[in-house]
């Protein structure tokens, strides 16, 4: 039975995902998966590492639940949670571009996360969660930007700097400043022009490419400008285009062997 998840988009306004209740369970409810009325903790993946030819996507989600990170075409990756709720997947490093939807399956109880995970440039280019209505979170580098999305009408970018640090930011002939919150992620909202355009983050320029126009159907990535785009639908029918700039620095991926 799929377990409801509250979800509101919209680019400029933060993403709202309500869990209506959450529980562990005592021992015998843990042994035999989560209680009847408690809610499971849908996968959220921490890091992805590519360790030689194997790519590793590590997170945390209910304790001994079965994650399981499912491919466009049906096709998944799953492992059980230990009882800590720490899960860890090791599979091929991908000929391509992967593009994973994570889900929680206990018992007859689903629960799907509300980002999307993509490993792109066969896991040596940017690693991100896609979020519906606000910037993806980079999970390697790209420097003081990490992302920038449109749906069409407004961009909201982000990236990482020092807990609590501000973040100056200069794009569409505007100046704003943001805050980067006690994880070290920052968001801002870039106004209304969503074509090409120079963003600077402290200092620091990137050549925004421009959004374009969502058509529906599975996330689709492609090279564009210094970085990657991958446009995807969200859910009711509407476009989100997110763009990545490349691996510049700082990486959390590691490339061994």
């Not at 993946?45 to 790519?55: E, Q, S």
């Not at 993509?118 to 420097?143: F, S, T």
């Not at 970018?157 to 973040?167: D, E, F």
Request: aromatic share 4%.
């Amino acid at each position: 039975m799929k377990r409801p998840i509250a979800l509101t988009t919209a680019l400029g306004a933060a993403l709202c995902l309500t869990l209506a209740a959450c529980g562990r369970g005592d021992a015998e409810a843990d042994a035999k998966g989560v209680e009847p009325d408690a809610w499971p903790s849908p996968p959220a993946v921490r890091a992805v590492l590519l360790d030689g030819r194997t790519l590793v996507i590590r997170g945390v989600s209910s304790p001994a639940g079965r994650v399981v990170l499912r491919q466009a075409a049906g096709e998944g990756f799953a492992v059980t949670a230990d009882d800590q709720g720490r899960f860890e997947i090791r599979l091929p490093r991908p000929a391509g571009d992967l593009i994973l939807a994570p889900e929680l399956q206990i018992g007859q109880d689903a629960a799907e996360a509300p980002q999307t995970l993509v490993v792109l440039g066969q896991g040596a280019g940017p690693v991100a969660l896609l979020r519906p209505g606000q910037a993806a979170q980079r999970l390697n580098g790209g420097g003081a930007l990490g992302a920038v999305d449109s749906d069409g009408a407004v961009l909201v970018a982000g990236g990482r700097a020092p807990a609590g640090s501000p973040v100056q930011i200069e794009a569409g002939g505007r100046s704003l400043q943001a805050v980067a919150d006690a994880t070290g992620h920052w968001t801002g909202m870039l106004g209304t022009v969503t074509g090409p355009q120079r963003i600077v983050i402290d200092g620091r320029g990137y050549d925004y490419p421009g959004a374009v126009s969502a058509s529906g159907g599975a996330p689709v990535s492609m090279r564009a400008g210094q970085g990657w785009r991958i446009v995807w639908s969200l859910p009711g029918g509407s476009g989100q285009s997110t763009w990545l700039p490349d691996v510049n620095d700082s990486p959390i991926v590691n490339q061994t062997g």
